[in-house]
């Protein structure tokens, strides 16, 4: 579907509260470290990418394998919002990711070094299924390994 399709949809007070409170779920989720209820907020055909690097799972078994080296490699990381945007697209979540290197991540093999980055995440919306389609995460990968060596 086009981005120009995509606009087109509308919003309504029982949309906006059904994308906001899957977010809350799934942030929520991710919180706690609940693997099964961070899959049951995505679409079976969901896409996780790192935009900068170009990785990209896909499936439900690509974001149980993104989530599992992620939460591996940073077993702290906290995500503190700053700002969000939800709508009949999706939600933009931009935050401040912080957490310790603790395990490999992106070939790197663990530093034990905290990082602290601003991130972007895109959390498209699959009407179709009533879930996210993935996420689409944006951040300044020089940033990043600056500050894990």
Do not use: N
Not at 3 to 21: C, F, M, N, Q, S
Not at 28 to 45: F, H, N, Y
Not at 106 to 119: N, S, V, Y
Request: proline share 5%; glycine share 10%.
């Amino acid at each position: 579907m086009t981005i120009r399709e995509r606009l087109g949809w509308d919003v309504t007070p029982e949309l906006y509260a059904k994308i906001r409170r899957l977010w809350i779920d799934h942030s929520k989720a991710e919180d706690g470290r609940d693997l099964g209820g961070l899959i049951a907020t995505l679409s079976e055909d969901c896409v996780y990418e790192i935009v900068p690097t170009g990785e990209r799972w896909e499936g439900h078994a690509g974001a149980r394998s993104f989530y599992m080296s992620f939460l591996s490699a940073f077993p702290d990381v906290r995500f503190d919002l700053k700002d969000i945007v939800i709508g009949p697209q999706g939600v933009i979540e931009i935050a401040t990711m912080r957490g310790t290197q603790c395990g490999a991540w992106q070939g790197q093999p663990a530093t034990g070094r905290t990082a602290e980055l601003d991130i972007v995440i895109h959390f498209p919306w699959e009407p179709r299924v009533e879930r996210f389609a993935g996420e689409r995460i944006y951040y300044d990968s020089g940033a990043l390994a600056r500050q894990l060596k």
